[in-house]
């Protein structure tokens, strides 16, 4: 198979455990592209988080992609949305019934802002810290929200979140799709907006066939990704159901395993 275009997640694939971007990562992504690949970078930060990287990339100059919002916002190489998912307003009262009573924070984004409700926890600020955006805490979040929203980003407690996914899944799992990105954020987003079906309005767009497409992940929410594409690789370092949902498993994101898959494939 000749692929034609690199999909890759951020945290703790494209970037090691430190939150870096190595040289040699980028420098292989660079001349990955140089030599005729597309690449895309795919997240399910809001897309303001993901731009910086995009640009170090070089994506623009390249003809490459981004998606934020695990695929509820896909962006090509002008900074243009070309797909958007939004989460039917209809459940942020149902899904907040269930999160209520619990010990979460229950998370929004509104253009380049974070929205919180008020039960502030230890894993709260690591979103806005690690793409460096304020958080704004509000009494009322259900009330509060008046914009289509891409998603719910809970945060908390991993063993908490296990089981807040359990009651989610069964009131609206054939509805929304839930899942975790991390073990201390769970994601509830608009039902088949996913990083695969972002991956394949990217290749849509590029005019590749999704067979055509690598993809790199390590966490959950990666899987539709990997699974979509033609060749899905996990990092060392990702979790035991990504690893088996991968076709190829590379090296961990602290001894650049990108660089390593790509060496291997023959793409640089």
């Known amino acids: ?45 809001l897309p303001y988080g993901v731009r910086p990287f995009a640009g170090a990339l070089e994506v623009g100059r390249y003809g490459g992609y981004y998606m934020g919002f695990n695929g509820g916002a896909v962006m090509n190489s002008r900074d243009e949305l070309i797909g958007a998912g939004y989460l039917d307003s209809k459940y942020i009262e149902p899904v907040y019934e269930i999160l209520r009573p619990t010990g979460a924070t229950t998370m929004v ?30 009494d009322d979040l259900p009330s509060f929200i008046d914009w289509d929203i891409h998603k719910f980003l809970i945060s908390g407690e991993p063993e908490e979140l296990k089981e807040i996914e359990s009651r989610l899944t069964a009131a609206l799992g054939s509805e929304v799709d839930i899942y975790l990105s991390a073990p ?42 990997l699974r979509d594409a033609g ?38």
């Open 109 to 138: 984004h509104k253009g380049d802002m974070i929205y919180a409700d008020n039960k502030v926890n230890d894993y709260t600020h690591i979103e806005s810290d690690v793409i460096g955006l304020p958080l704004n805490v509000v």
């Open 184 to 225: 201390w954020f769970l994601e509830v987003m608009p039902k088949g907006i996913n990083k695969g079906t972002g991956l394949k309005r990217i290749c849509d767009d590029a005019g590749v066939d999704i067979a055509e497409a690598i993809a790199f992940g390590d966490s959950y929410n990666d899987i539709f990704m």
């Open 1 to 45: 198979m000749k692929y034609k275009l690199i999909a890759t997640d951020i945290d703790d694939t494209l970037l090691n455990r430190k939150k870096e971007l190595t040289d040699k990562t980028r420098s292989a992504l660079i001349q990955a592209q140089k030599n005729g690949y597309i690449v895309a970078v795919a997240s399910g930060r």
């Open 231 to 268: 060749l899905g690789i996990a990092m060392g370092n990702a979790e035991d159901a990504v690893k088996e949902s991968a076709d190829m498993v590379t090296d961990d994101c602290d001894n650049n395993g990108i660089v390593t898959a790509l060496e291997k494939l023959g793409i640089i």
